[in-house]
């Protein structure tokens, strides 16, 4: 794609072409929101919004104004190309999107039904322009809803350790390893998922996950995430059948002196923990520096876990905890394949019901967790709630007979806290009376092409994990 190519005017729906020509006539200012209109989980964690703001504050240019006008005329639409022209010869604006976008402070987590972004248009001129960019900044769905159910795992898994762990606080971050990087549409849906899933946990194998962190929201170098080295079934099988002890050595010998994971399940998982990781390496696992992880990755996702676990206490016995749970010694075991949040619990609550801490195993997550997701799981919206007509503000909102849950919100919005809740009220109910005293949490993100926020990747995941 070229960047004659490459703008707001062709990134958008199309039937948001036709729409300048839609308002009422004297319509000056759109002001519409965002919001997650449910909620599979208690609460929502929201993120994702910086990578849009960089797109909307990249100026157009004529040349894009013709191309574009060209390219939806050839698509039967009245591209509304004076307008555009307009916006990009402004000796102010010289292109540059004329608009106000508030949001939340990301990594803010509350209920859903809250105001997450409002956005107005700032030049009458252009009124049109809040809806125009929905279709972009509608994508903020994406990264919040794959953090919000990271989130929601990461509470299962943290409740289970608390139970049958000694140390839960220390071990929760490598809980659940993101193993989706393959599985998402797109590289840029690796990263923006990937560093959605760093709001909660540290373990992944999705390389662009922190390079997305470091680039949008200054993340350091280090300490973003993490994992460790790990053979698939390539590695394994090229040794051949007859020399699967050989491959599962030579793992030892090259990586034996940290964590090590090894994908044990390329013939026989059973015999694997048994008789070769159990007995033929026995002492070599056992005299390692560090702590082997054996993979299964096929079978039933939700009983196989739990027999590997005991044929590996029969191999290498455990220790009991503080909490009388039974913890393996000198092995763990992480489980990648078939892994959702409903097949994390029944494996948690297998183990648990056995003896065995949740000490003993970790989990790789994929598709189910970067792709497993769409605009519907939380209802995201954008919908516009106040518009000035001839100089008055007026409420505006959609309340369908067919479907209460649909019910929009009416007029220029606030977020406060309220008895430590977030809560969204009307702009309007912060001033006067002070019916809802308290500041507005939505603060201006964006203004007429400008980025008027930096937000640190420390303060966004403090935000997520307090």
Known sequence: MTKLQDSIMIDTDAYKVSMPRQYPKGTE???SYIEARKNPWTTATWYGLRHILERLAVPITVAQVHFADRYWKARGLPFNLEDWLALANDPILQGRLPLRIQAAPEGTVMKHGNVLVQVVNTDPRFFWLTTWVETSLMRVWYPTTVASLSAAIKTDIYDALVISADAPDEEILFKLHDF???GVSSRESAGIGGSSHLLNFMGSDTGVAGLHAMEFYNAPFEGVDASVPASEHSTITSWGKENEVKAFENMLDKFGSGL??????SYDIYNACTNLWGDALRERVIEMDGMLVVRPDSGNAETVPLEVVKLLDAAFGHTVNTKGYKVLNNVRVIQGDGINQDSISVIMKSL???GYSISNIAFGMGGALLQGVNRDTMGFAMKASAAKIDGVWTDVFKD???????RSKKGRLALITL???FVTVREDELV???RYPGVNKLQTVYEDGYILVDEDWGDVVARARS
């Open 400 to 406: 369908p007979v067919t479907d209460k849950g649909k």
């Open 180 to 182: 989706g990087s393959r």
């Open 432 to 434: 006067g009376d002070l």
């Open 352 to 354: 648990m019901d056995e």
């Open 260 to 265: 090590v994971a090894v994908v044990s399940d």
């Open 29 to 31: 200012f759109i002001s």
């Open 419 to 421: 008895d430590g809740e």
